[in-house]
């Protein structure tokens, strides 16, 4: 009986036990706390931003120099390396050969222009005797024709002429412009012929092209640039050099290839910069950077404010009763530590850049110094470049 009686007791006790733990399981939970959180103003500045293309230096003015006429090379007058002038004698290929066929040529000349006399000599006084009737007109004849055969011998003798003169001119390598001349791939005594042997290259050096290439899509935007006037300190294409300086001078474009390469879909482009401190080199590859057009004033913020989900842009913004909303925004580029802001957010904005990850649309804030608001989470890295 004593048994029945504890047990009973027992169950009692703990049935009273549970129904207070019910009770207190019952009862209503607080409000979430507050999110420290950091704010940043969103602000309007100039972002001013560049695309950026790989690039290769081209000369503009380019000519690989070969002999128009066979021999020998007697002599070399320039400096390996240097800027000739235009004009100037490179190479001289053996002329003797030339100066005496140029020397017949002139001898043949002025014999035809000898028999030409005579022939005209004979014509005018056969012309007197037949206006007396004291010779046949036949005789008239020939002597007009013998003159007028005279004449062409002259005209050939003169192309003769011409043609040694101008393998005796083509027997001086002379520089088509002014430029440097590279290294010489012939020396004295090298037998050359004509169209065939290179003798050596040469290039000006101001101005100079910078080839890159873009997609189709994007032909219309380099058309409209090659039509804008470029003032003393257009800021459009700009160039950074092989050891990553910029280059200090700016560009224009010079010429859009014709066509699209069907393979790759792109279309060459050429822009000229001046090169007075002959800083840039043919074949030297650098990177262009061409003003982005959606350059100009326009709402920046830090970067690690953005928030993405599902593919599309966030940020929380704080309103005036100490709650974070979420906004969506266009994003344009980054600018190192800072990224534009297209769309959905005006300048003055509160946007939240730390204690993010616990936040949601709606909950309450509480502005906070940085380590606390990174002790809730902060958000991505506010590293990059700019473009």
């Not at 290439?213 to 003032?231: C, K, M, N, W, Y």
């Not at 928030?307 to 906004?327: C, H, I, L, P, T």
């Not at 380590?371 to 902060?378: D, L, V």
Request: glycine share 10%; charged share 20%.
């Amino acid at each position: 009986m004593k048994k029945i009686v504890l047990v009973l007791s027992y169950a009692a006790g703990l049935f009273a036990w549970t129904s207070c733990g019910n009770k207190e399981a019952e009862k209503p939970a607080g409000p979430p706390p507050a999110t420290p959180v950091t704010l940043v103003d969103a602000r309007t500045t100039d972002a001013v931003y560049y695309d950026e293309y790989p690039a290769t230096v081209v000369a503009i003015n380019n000519v690989e120099l070969r002999s128009q006429v066979a021999g020998f090379i007697t002599g070399i007058f320039f400096k390996e390396g240097d800027v000739v002038t235009k004009g100037k004698t490179l190479y001289e290929i053996d002329r003797r050969r030339y100066q005496a066929a140029y020397q017949q040529a002139q001898a043949a000349l002025r014999s035809t222009q000898a028999t030409v006399q005579n022939a005209k000599v004979n014509l005018d006084r056969y012309e007197r005797l037949a206006q007396q009737d004291a010779i046949a007109r036949q005789i008239v004849d020939n002597a007009s024709t013998a003159y007028a055969t005279a004449q062409s011998q002259v005209a050939e003798a003169q192309a003769g002429v011409a043609l040694a003169r101008t393998d005796l001119d083509y027997s001086l390598v002379k520089a088509p412009f002014t430029g440097r001349i590279g290294i010489s791939q012939v020396r004295l005594g090298s037998q050359i012929s004509p169209g065939t042997t290179l003798l050596n290259t040469m290039s000006a050096e101001d101005p100079m092209g910078v080839d890159f290439v873009i997609t189709e899509s994007d032909l219309t935007r380099f058309a409209d640039l090659q039509r804008q006037a470029p003032g003393r300190n257009d800021s459009t294409f700009r160039m950074v050099l092989p050891d990553g300086t910029p280059y200090n001078q700016p560009g224009k474009i010079l010429a859009i290839d014709r066509g699209v390469e069907q393979g790759t879909g792109t279309v060459q482009i050429r822009v000229q910069f001046n090169n007075p401190k002959r800083q840039l080199k043919d074949g030297m590859s650098s990177v262009l950077r061409v003003l982005n057009r959606q350059s100009g004033r326009r709402i920046v913020i830090p970067y690690k404010a953005i928030v993405e989900q599902m593919g599309e842009n966030f940020v929380f913004v704080a309103g005036d009763s100490s709650k974070a909303y979420q906004r969506k925004v266009q994003i344009g580029p980054r600018l190192r530590d800072q990224i534009v802001v297209m769309e959905g957010l005006k300048q003055g904005d509160k946007v939240i850049t730390e204690g993010l990850q616990r936040l949601r649309d709606g909950g309450k804030i509480q502005v906070g110094t940085p380590a606390q608001a990174g002790a809730q989470g902060g958000g991505a890295p506010a590293t990059g470049s700019a473009k």
